[in-house]
């Protein structure tokens, strides 16, 4: 009993005992960061506040300064692209009102066209018709005359 209640302590520990691995890890990290790498962490550090620190105290003021001239040019050039801006908008709207009108024009054009040519066709017909029916009655006056001299002829 004593000998399964050590190999199930072993099989737990080797389980769910991670310190071994840990302790590893642990040593590796430190011996990364303290001797191979040394302070160069430490000297990037201080190098980097330096150079903060110096943009701080220098380059700041002239920053001001440069903005100081410059953003009101900026703000003078930006308000006429904006006045440029609204006036090609304007022109693009009076535009397309132009072309909108033209369009209903045309169409109302097109359509005075294609009510006259459909009153042209009518009255070609009607026309036409009317020939066709005074032929009609001159070849019927005519048949009829035919007739009238053969039954005359005849008898």
């Known amino acids: 009993m ?6 199930i302590g072993e099989v737990w520990s080797r389980l769910f005992d991670h310190r071994p691995f840990l ?9 990364e960061f303290e001797e191979k790498r040394g302070d160069r962490e430490v000297e990037n550090l201080f190098n980097i506040l330096e150079n903060i ?9 002239k920053i001001h300064r440069i ?21 090609i908008e304007k022109i693009y709207t009076d535009i397309q009102k132009d072309c909108a009108r033209k369009r209903l ?16 066709m009518n009255f070609k017909c009607q026309r036409i018709d009317n020939t066709f029916e005074e ?5 019927r006056d005519l048949y009829a005359d035919l007739n009238h001299k053969l039954n005359i002829t005849n008898k």
């Open 67 to 87: 903005g100081s001239t410059a953003l009101p040019v900026l703000s003078e050039k930006l308000q006429q692209a904006l006045l440029l801006t609204e006036d």
């Open 2 to 7: 004593t000998e399964l209640s050590r190999e």
């Open 23 to 31: 302790n590893g890890e642990i040593k590796f990290m430190l011996k």
């Open 53 to 61: 620190t110096d943009i701080k105290d220098t380059q700041v003021d």
């Open 135 to 139: 032929k009609e009655e001159e070849l």
């Open 105 to 120: 024009e045309n169409k109302e054009n097109r359509k005075k066209e294609w009510d006259q040519f459909i009153d042209d």
